[in-house]
């Protein structure tokens, strides 16, 4: 059974980093695509950042694409992602999410099987 869990999330000010990790077992994840998700109070989750986890291709979010980065750990079977020059609009809950694979482009909640229980990232201004 596929398992995702998160950390690393925090309070930071405005400008700061933060990094966030996503522990993933329970299969062998080459042939995945792993992603980031958030979702603030009252707004619908929406898509941060995506990896297809054997070319290393990535894929951002116009809000954040130059400040989040992506990354992965094969050894680790860990997916990161780098938040730098953090804005109050970036608080959330940050969810990792798992997609079997097949998709070019996965980038929407339904396109991913297995979500993680989130990290709250909240940034004051």
């Known amino acids: 059974q596929v398992q995702l869990v998160e950390s690393g999330g925090g309070l930071v000010q405005a400008g700061g980093s933060l990094k966030l990790s996503c522990a993933a077992s329970?299969?062998?994840?080459?042939?995945?695509?792993m992603g980031w998700f958030r979702q603030a109070p009252g707004k619908d989750r929406e898509f941060v950042a995506a990896i297809l986890w054997r070319s290393g291709t990535t894929y951002y979010s116009d809000s954040v694409r130059g400040r989040f980065t992506i990354s992965r750990d094969n050894a680790k079977n860990t997916v990161y992602l780098q938040m730098n020059s953090l804005k109050p609009e970036d608080t959330a809950v940050y969810f990792c999410?798992?997609?079997?694979?097949?998709?070019?482009?996965?980038?929407?909640?339904?396109?991913?099987?297995?979500w993680g229980q989130g990290t709250q990232v909240t940034v004051s201004s």
């Open positions: 329970g299969h062998s994840f080459s042939t995945y695509a």
């Open positions: 999410a798992a997609s079997r694979g097949g998709l070019a482009y996965p980038h929407t909640p339904t396109d991913f099987d297995y």
